[in-house]
T-cell receptor, first 116, second 109 residues
Framework: GAVVSQHPSWVICKSGTSVKIECRSL??????MFWYRQFPKQSLMLMAT?????????EQGVEKDKFLINHASLTLSTLTVTSAHPEDSSFYIC????????????FGPGTRLLVL | GQNIDQPTEMTATEGAIVQINCTYQ??????LFWYQQHAGEAPTFLSY??LDGLEEKGRFSSFLSRSKGYSYLLLKELQMKDSASYLC??????????WGAGTKLIIKP
């Protein structure tokens, strides 16, 4: 089956620093990738949708200057949390959709971010 | 607005059967998904229903009624490892997934 990887799986950083999270589709070309955030005991919250080669579409309430998304290739999307603060501590999950297959999203294992 | 409702928490006994319900109101419908999520992990795909009826896959079955905006996930022969959150998600007319808050299932011996 399709595999999506995320790196790193765990990151601890100081307040004010920036953190980059990578999402890769390992055995398929992902024309669309999604970034989610999940706080403890809550459901997934879609942050943004990114299509290869174009700007990401952000959900209402998500600051695009704080959460920078780059989808430069069909197998890689990155999320950079700029000037991270403790309230940004969360579980960040990416998912990828193969071109032409609208129904199926494959999830990465997630990245747990802790900002001190 | 778009809305997905499912119970917050359910408890069942090992070896028994449990049914987790999901009702939805969305702008368009392109299928309903069930995902399993263990604590601290990403969701894993369980089932996809786009037509009315029951889809069976081993110990897990999923049912859909589009006219009622209703689905359920049926888990049989419960095992301790089935303790997890079960997320219902509907794909709307824009092919965006709308997520429910998840049902935490607790399995007792």
């Amino acid at each position: 089956g399709a595999v999506v990887s995320q790196h790193p799986s765990w990151v601890i950083c100081k307040s004010g620093t920036s953190v980059k999270i990578e999402c890769r589709s390992l055995d398929f070309q992902a024309t669309t990738m999604f970034w989610y955030r999940q706080f403890p005991k809550q459901s997934l919250m879609l942050m943004a949708t990114s299509n290869e080669g174009s700007k990401a579409t952000y959900e209402q309430g998500v600051e695009k200057d704080k959460f920078l998304i780059n989808h430069a290739s069909l197998t890689l999307s990155t999320l950079t949390v700029t000037s991270a603060h403790p309230e940004d501590s969360s579980f960040y999950i990416c998912s990828a959709r193969e071109g032409g297959n609208q129904e199926t999203q494959y999830f990465g294992p997630g990245t747990r971010l802790l900002v001190l | 607005g778009q809305n997905i409702d499912q119970p917050t928490e359910m408890t069942a006994t090992e070896g028994a059967i449990v049914q987790i319900n999901c009702t939805y109101q969305t702008s368009g419908f392109n299928g309903l998904f069930w995902y399993q999520q263990h604590a601290g992990e990403a969701p894993t795909f369980l089932s996809y229903n786009v037509l009315d009826g029951l889809e069976e896959k081993g110990r897990f079955s999923s049912f859909l009624s589009r006219s009622k905006g209703y689905s359920y996930l049926l888990l049989k022969e419960l095992q301790m490892k089935d303790s997890a959150s079960y997320l219902c998600a509907v794909m709307d007319s824009n092919y965006q997934l709308i997520w429910g808050a998840g049902t935490k299932l607790i399995i007792k011996p």
